[in-house]
C-alpha cells in the first residue's frame, strides 16, 4: 500500500481502481477510482497493525444497486 502511496510516475500518476468491501452479510461493495491522498500506520497493540488512508475520488463512485 506505501508503494502505491508513493507512486509518482509511471502512466497512472498513482491512480487506481478500488473496491471497498464491507463485512455486513449483504455484500454491500463500493466501486471507485482514487489517489491515496494520506496514509499513516500504527501498531497499537504488539502484532496488530493499523492502517489509516484517506482516499481522494476522481469520479463518482459505483454504488450498489
Do not use: W
Not at 1 to 24: A, C, H
Not at 46 to 53: K, N, P, R, S, Y
Request: charged content about 15%.
Amino acid at each position: 500500500m506505501l508503494s502505491i502511496f508513493t507512486e509518482k510516475n509511471g502512466t497512472t500518476n498513482g491512480l487506481r481502481n478500488y473496491k471497498l468491501v464491507f463485512p455486513d452479510g449483504a455484500a454491500t461493495t463500493y466501486a471507485f477510482s482514487a489517489y491515496i491522498s494520506k496514509f499513516s500506520l500504527k501498531e497499537p497493540v504488539a502484532g496488530v497493525i493499523e492502517a489509516a488512508v484517506t482516499f481522494t475520488l476522481t469520479g463518482q463512485p459505483t454504488f450498489p444497486a
